[in-house]
């Protein structure tokens, strides 16, 4: 696999960084990038489910009730 | 991940809380309708390194008699619905082509985003899927070709693109470069 370019502006890492996961992706066997996708999405699930507030904020900027 | 045939792929993933959501919800839709996931969600299966509130699902128009044992499946599974609890109300959302959004009960966040394939380019949607084979059971999408053409044609944001660019990454060399440029010009055109 080819190294990690930096970007020069933030919008260019992080495309960089897009193009350097897909990558790892397809090099890497599913359970192995799956387990660190898994630890990334269920984190930012329960800290939302735990958030009452931001639940309340969510509604709201979709326009649906509370 | 296999790529199978243009219809068919393989993902011998580890499941993510989002997924086990999505595979349970769309157990219930696909005894009622035919579906397709469509947006962040397929890049998400597919492996993109990011989360979402929101998944969007297209779903073939039903009659209202078939809505109405839709929902009440789903509130008999613990789901229940943001935009009102009258199955007589939400039902003509769908038809006005608004979207419906369902979570489990005391959640908001995931939800599933329904919405009814009233339009010409969504009925072409629904007629071009993907059956994704995942250890929870099988999801149907968008083809890739269709999903990476209207994330950069139509959408384009800073987040769109990088979904578009992490599908065409992982399915390089599983691509019809023939039906990708196609849509991508009908969309331009405005014909889709």
Redesign the interface.
């Known amino acids: 696999m080819e190294k990690l370019k930096p970007g020069k502006t933030n919008a260019e890492d992080r495309m960089n960084m897009v193009r350097y996961w897909a990558a790892y992706v397809r090099a890497h066997p599913d359970k192995v990038w799956s387990r660190q996708q898994a630890m990334l999405i269920n984190a930012q699930l329960k800290s939302a489910r735990k958030d009452a507030q931001a639940a309340k904020a969510y509604l709201k900027r979709k326009g649906l009730a509370i | ?1 296999r790529f199978i045939d243009s219809s068919i792929i393989a ?8 997924d086990h959501f999505v595979l349970d919800f769309a157990a219930i839709l696909c005894k009622h309708t035919s579906y397709a996931l469509v947006s962040g969600y397929v890049a ?1 299966l ?6 979402s ?1 929101d998944v969007d699902v297209l779903i073939k128009s039903m009659s209202r008699k078939t809505f109405i044992s839709f929902y009440s499946e789903l509130l008999d599974n613990g789901y229940w619905c ?3 609890d009258d199955s007589d109300e939400l039902y003509p959302y769908l038809t006005d082509g608004l979207s419906l ?1 369902f979570a489990k009960k005391n ?4 939800n599933m985003e329904v919405k009814f394939a009233l339009k010409p380019f969504d009925s072409a949607t629904l007629a071009d899927t993907v059956a994704v084979k995942t250890s929870g059971g099988e999801l149907v999408i968008t083809s890739l070709e269709r999903q990476i053409a209207y994330k950069r044609v139509v959408l384009g944001s ?1 987040k769109d ?2 979904d578009a ?2 599908l065409e ?2 399915a ?1 060399g599983n691509l019809d470069a023939n039906k990708l440029r196609r849509i991508m010009k009908e969309l331009q055109d405005g014909k889709a």
């Open positions: 991940m993902v011998d993933k580890e499941l993510n809380d989002l998400i597919l492996g993109r390194a990011r989360g509130e943001l935009n009102g959004r959640e908001a966040i995931p800073e693109m990088a660019e992490h990454d992982i390089k």
